[in-house]
């Protein structure tokens, strides 16, 4: 199988997706002409035409105000937001009306839309350019949220979305764009299911939950260690919303100890949820408290890469929470 990095899966399963289904769009601030900022829809204007690749003003709750529109009327609207911290502007489009049509029509309705959203920082960008959403998101009922960590759940997961009736919220980590490669099968309609995690690497230690670029990170922690002898299990939660509990549980089951890794604030932060789940769910299969690993409670990652090394759990900082848990 070809080995791709995360933006050319990206890139590939678009393309496959328009040439496959003609309901499938595009728009966005400069995905056309100059195939979007990270080059994830390079290419696919010329292939596909500026009437489904849409280059659009610099206005996210137009994009998706207006993608809910094609979503209500036969089409499959993908609305890229340049970089997760412009969606705000499109908050109130997404909650109060992608999330709740399917509720308010009383199932006569329904947006199969995916907002693909670059997030998460590692790439200098500090205010603006860095922040993590998936909480505001998660928190919503009638939405998907969706974290591929690798390029073959890039692909798959991304199918799902694109297949699912109802709005996701697809979010890709900008510092894994091109730092993650791994095996896509060519000339194979793979899909991986949405509400699945997956245990990325078994052990019997420490059970660490990750997603996005922090889970790249904890495979990295996990290897080194269990050269010390320390077998850590690594569970990529993939989606947040809804979240597989079973697979968090069953994990924590047998090793008696969590450590959530994850980039956003540590205060709200989606880690919060699922540190809950397993103290009310898995209490008794508990021998050490839950930890959590997250980004500092301040405004906004710093542009100084070493302010911003200093906000971003890494490898070593997410090694020694494993340790201190595997010692406890």
Known sequence: MPVKTIIQTVR????????????????????????????????????????????TPLAESVIVGAAIGASLNGMKP???????????????????????FRYR??????VPMVVRVPWGGGIHGALYHS?????????????????????????????????????????????????????VPDGDRFTVPIGKAEVKRAGTDVS????????????????ALAEQGINAEVVDIRTLQPLDRDTIL?????????????????TGGFGAEIAATIAQE???????????LAGPDVPAMPYAET??????????????EIRALAEY
């Open 12 to 55: 590939d399963t678009l393309y496959e997706e328009m040439l496959r289904d003609e309901s499938v769009i595009i728009l966005g601030e400069d995905v056309g002409l100059a195939g979007g900022v990270f080059g994830a829809t390079k290419g696919l204007r010329a292939e596909f035409g500026d009437m489904r690749v849409m280059d």
């Open 78 to 100: 993908i609305p890229e937001i340049q970089f997760a911290d412009f969606i705000l502007p499109a908050f109130d489009q997404i909650v109060s009306e992608a999330a709740r």
């Open 105 to 110: 029509s009383n199932g006569t309705w329904n």
């Open 131 to 183: 922040q993590s959403v998936e909480a505001f998101f998660a928190h919503v009922p009638g939405l998907k949220v969706v974290v591929p960590s690798d390029p073959y759940d890039a692909a798959g997961l991304l199918r799902s979305s694109i297949d699912d009736p109802d709005p996701v919220i697809f979010l890709e980590h900008k510092r894994t764009y091109r730092l993650v490669k791994g095996e």
């Open 208 to 223: 660490v939950f990750a997603y996005g670029l922090m889970l790249y990170y904890s495979l990295q922690a996990a290897e």
């Open 250 to 266: 069953a994990s924590v089951a047998k090793t008696g100890k969590a450590l959530i890794v994850y980039e956003d604030n540590l």
């Open 282 to 292: 898995a209490f008794d299969s508990l021998d050490a408290p839950v930890r959590r």
């Open 307 to 320: 302010l911003e090394e200093v906000f971003m759990p890494n490898v070593e900082r997410i090694a020694a």
